[in-house]
T-cell receptor, first 116, second 111 residues
Framework: GAVVSQHPSRVICKSGTSVKIECRSL??????MFWYRQFPKQSLMLMAT?????????EQGVEKDKFLINHASLTLSTLTVTSAHPEDSSFYIC????????????FGPGTRLTVL | RKEVEQDPGPFNVPEGATVAFNCTYS??????FFWYRQDCRKEPKLLMS???SGNEDGRFTAQLNRASQYISLLIRDSKLSDSATYLC????????????FGRGTSLIVHP
């Protein structure tokens, strides 16, 4: 299957700092990328849908000014958690979908964020 | 009613058992369906797509019942390595195709 990478895999930061997470589709072009958050023992929660060259669409309850998404190319989307707080500590996962696919998604390995 | 519902389990079965999960969806116009597997502290991985006619991949069989709006996953001859959370994913019709995930069903296969 297609490969999606995510960087960094783990990050620990102080409260108030900003953290950028990168999501790359390595062997295909992804016009759409999704950003999810998953708290321990809970289900995946869709945060936003990112379309190349346009503004991201955020799910209800997700602050767009806090979670900045940029999808500047067909292979890269970034999520920046601004002014992170301990409650932002979570597992952030991106996924990418190839235009020609049967709408299946390929997930990155996730980024575990811990805010102290 | 939630868009996609799954029994969270856990389903606790012995090795070699056959186990089945169901997933119901509310949008009758949903277009595509998938089962993903997620191991603890890992990302979801595609297990199989679900086709209208039903499909099989080794010990795994997926079926779609559009009339009753559910999909199912059957695992035969369970292995210890099948222990994981199984996520049902439904893609709606329309241009956005924003997928909806179920909460997942936890499977524990014990010796």
């Amino acid at each position: 299957g297609a490969v999606v990478s995510q960087h960094p895999s783990r990050v620990i930061c102080k409260s108030g700092t900003s953290v950028k997470i990168e999501c790359r589709s390595l062997d295909f072009q992804a016009t759409t990328m999704f950003w999810y958050r998953q708290f321990p023992k809970q289900s995946l929660m869709l945060m936003a849908t990112s379309n190349e060259g346009s503004k991201a669409t955020y799910e209800q309850g997700v602050e767009k000014d806090k979670f900045l998404i940029n999808h500047a190319s067909l292979t890269l989307s970034t999520l920046t958690v601004t002014s992170a707080h301990p409650e932002d500590s979570s597992f952030y996962i991106c996924s990418a979908r190839e235009v020609s696919s049967q709408h299946e998604q390929f997930f990155g390995p996730g980024t575990r964020l811990t805010v102290l | 009613r939630k868009e996609v519902e799954q029994d969270p389990g856990p389903f606790n079965v012995p090795e070699g058992a056959t186990v089945a999960f169901n997933c119901t969806y509310s949008n009758s116009a949903s277009q595509s369906f998938f089962w993903y597997r997620q191991d603890c502290r890992k990302e979801p991985k595609l297990l199989m797509s679900v086709y209208s006619s039903g499909n099989e991949d080794g010990r795994f069989t997926a079926q779609l019942n559009r009339a009753s709006q559910y999909i199912s996953l059957l695992i035969r001859d369970s292995k210890l390595s099948d222990s994981a959370t199984y996520l049902c994913v439904v893609n709606p019709s329309g241009g956005s195709y924003i997928p909806t995930f179920g909460r997942g069903t936890s499977l524990i296969v014990h010796p």
